[in-house]
């Protein structure tokens, strides 16, 4: 179907070529004949299969007037879709070189061309395209994000935010929420560099952008808690709590640890109750059951946790009920049979991926902020169910 497509595109384009050549020269014959023997050139050289040959024939001879610019576009889409980029490159190219066409199919072809260089990797081609269109009432938007695209391949995060002023003025929420992860880039290097200063501003500029960026609230946390500042880092962690409760289980061990330094252990217990009340959270369970054996001993401990796992079992939660088990057996005989589990279930555990991307599926042991797979930023979030939180 696609090749009958690809064969009647031509035609269609010669056709009203013709036509409008008709209704404005209807005597105009030397045009006539010339066109037609470049036009049944150019088909000779798609029918033998020299397609090449064929594009320079027929875009020599179908000069690109309003009735044909559509069925340009047409012709080097479908080259794109068959992944024959440098076709798609000759069609376009010679759709912008064309003086005379309207600014709507201009910006168009110009918007193409760039997304043909953005294919082939030739970023910095596409990057000019696409700067040339940021003013762009229709192609704007579209081209701030191919942009912001080419800046996350190249890890140019400095050139990303120098489109912020554009993207505010787009109000698209999906391209601020890149712009703020470009933001959390930089603060990550300047965390590692200890710059406190510079990380919070760079952090602030993040939240402002996408208040929602647990990511940021994950990095102003390490900054307070690397210069003491416990208290501030609490906070950081509860916002991350409310922003998203499926990243929270990952937080949890170093919340506890600033806690710990304010002396306010108890606050903190609360706090992972509610927690657990309200997601059912393991690893929420798990720190929970920490002070429910500290204060009423081991086996209020383990009924408790019996009755979790009861209600909602998990092979985390069970790894860890088997290890309290093994604690007991081994006062009064050896656990060697409750070990030969334990290790079965981790073995069993250490094979799953701990973190899958909301958008794409993707499943990771290992946590990164942008996606590997389909690139989107935040999404990879601990595993929920039997196997997971
Ligand atoms: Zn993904």
């Known amino acids: 179907m696609q090749e009958l497509l690809f064969l009647l595109l031509p035609v269609a384009m010669a056709y009203g070529w013709f036509m409008g050549r008709n209704s404005i020269k ?14 049944s050139t150019g088909l000779n050289y798609l029918l033998s299969n020299q397609q090449d040959k064929a594009i320079d024939y027929l875009l020599d001879a179908l000069k690109v ?40 199919d201009k910006q168009q072809a110009i918007f193409e061309l760039g997304k043909d ?33 080419i800046y996350q391949s190249t890890k140019d995060w400095q050139l990303g935010i120098d489109l912020k002023k554009a993207v505010i003025k787009a109000k698209d929420t999906k391209s601020m929420h890149t712009l703020a992860n470009f933001y959390c880039e930089l603060a990550t290097v300047a ?8 990380v919070i501003e760079l952090l602030e500029q993040a939240l402002e ?15 307070y808690e690397n210069h003491q500042q ?9 916002s991350i709590y409310q922003q998203d409760k499926e990243f929270f289980p990952d937080v949890i061990e170093n919340m506890h640890h600033c806690y710990l330094q304010l002396d306010a252990s108890d606050e ?34 383990m009924e408790f946790i019996l009755s979790a796992l009861k209600r909602r079992p998990t092979i985390k939660g069970f790894k860890h009920f088997v290890k309290m ?16 589990i334990k290790e079965l279930i981790t073995a069993y555990l250490n094979m799953k991926p701990r973190y899958s991307c909301r958008t794409c599926g993707f499943n990771s042991s290992t946590h990164y902020w942008s996606c590997p797979s389909c690139h989107d930023w935040e999404q990879l979030k601990p595993f929920r169910g039997l196997e997971g939180e």
């Open 26 to 39: 209807q005597n105009d014959q030397t045009a006539k004949q010339d066109l037609s023997i470049k036009y």
């Open 65 to 104: 007037e309003d009735d044909t610019v559509e069925a340009h576009f047409a012709m080097a889409n479908l080259f794109r879709r068959r992944g024959e980029l440098d076709r798609a490159l000759k069609v376009h190219e010679h759709l912008v070189r064309q003086g005379h066409l309207p600014s709507k």
């Open 117 to 149: 260089f953005l294919s082939a990797g030739l970023y910095d081609r596409a990057e000019k395209m696409f700067t040339k269109l940021l003013k762009s009432k229709s192609y704007g938007l579209k081209s701030i994000n191919n942009l912001l695209k």
């Open 191 to 198: 965390l590692e560099k200890d710059e406190f200063i510079e």
């Open 209 to 223: 952008l996408d208040p929602n960026s647990c990511r940021a609230n994950w990095l102003m946390a390490k900054i």
């Open 230 to 238: 416990f208290e501030q880092a609490c906070q950081c962690y509860q």
């Open 268 to 301: 903190f217990f609360t706090f992972i109750r509610k927690v657990y009340e309200e997601t059912g959270s393991t690893t929420a369970l798990l720190k929970y059951l920490e002070q429910v054996e500290n204060k009423h001993g081991i086996n209020k401990a």
């Open 325 to 340: 088990q093994m604690a007991e057996s081994a006062k009064e005989s050896n656990g060697e049979s409750l070990d030969a």
